[in-house]
């Protein structure tokens, strides 16, 4: 357990929100529960959290994401503050205090801005206090001429995951492994438990989000991987309905995907 001492874990919209656009509050108290209890046995702890939209769907009575970016941005607001207040309430109840730090692009290009935010977290680490990291989509806008966005949460987590030094990034995601091809479609793709390298067979094999309700898949999870493994970290992918996976991972268990040089 040594070897995940200082974790980052993030967890995607499907995750956290159904098909049907519906909260999986049974998902977000063991995700709680477990991160507490890391916490709690001297871990330090960080999440990383999508969903804001996904959870606004849900209050606005929606069915979809709109495709206009000022709705997708007021939709962003409003559940950005509910999201919180899901893991504040969850949280609680374990006796265990949650910060938020919302983060766009920019900040990692400006050395003042990252040692500001990085002095931060490590001040919340140091009060045992775990961050809850999610990247601000009120104003990290694609198609503005500049390079606010992250586009995803698994490429803002293996950011994080460098810059605060951490051993390890889990990611909590709707499939159980990386396969050897889309599982949803090919009965015989197979889980593969180790990656030291990841080629261009790995590569053809990703694919895109399938939830409808994310902005991330396999791909972007190959590419956080790659991004992770060349800062000399590793990342394990996992299903994350049952996120006491995360505590398998640290155990050493042979679960999910393992990358690492």
């Known amino acids: 357990m040594a070897d995940w001492q200082k974790i980052v874990v993030k967890v995607g919209t499907s995750t956290i929100v159904d098909l049907d656009g519906q909260i999986k509050y049974p998902v977000v108290n063991r995700l709680a529960q477990t991160l507490s209890t890391l916490q709690k046995e001297g871990h330090q702890v960080l999440l990383v959290t999508s969903g804001a939209m ?100 698994d490429r803002l987590a293996a950011l994080v995951a460098k810059q605060i030094q951490a051993d390890g990034l889990i990611i909590l995601s709707d499939v159980d492994a990386l396969y050897t091809s889309n599982p ?21 094999s990703a694919t895109g989000s399938t939830s409808g309700l994310g902005t991330g898949g396999m791909s972007t999870k190959l590419a956080a991987a790659d991004l992770t493994m060349k800062y000399g970290q590793k990342m394990s992918l996992v299903n994350g309905n049952d996120p006491a996976n995360i505590l398998a991972v640290i155990a050493g268990e042979e679960i999910g995907t393992l990358f690492e040089e």
């Open 54 to 153: 996904g959870v606004a769907l849900n209050q606005m009575n929606l069915h979809q994401r709109p495709k206009e970016i000022p709705k997708q941005q007021a939709l962003a607001a409003i559940g950005q503050g509910y999201l919180m207040s899901l893991y504040h309430q969850s949280f609680a109840f374990y006796q265990q205090q949650v910060g938020q730090v919302l983060l766009t692009y920019d900040v990692f290009n400006n050395p003042v801005m990252l040692e500001n935010t990085t002095n931060a977290i490590e001040t919340l680490f140091d009060q045992g206090v775990i961050p809850i990291i999610n990247e601000n989509d009120v104003i990290a806008v694609d198609e503005l001429d500049h390079q606010h966005s992250f586009g995803d949460n």
């Open 184 to 204: 949803n479609i090919d009965q015989n793709a197979q889980p593969i438990h180790r990656v030291e390298e990841i080629t261009e067979t790995i590569w053809l």
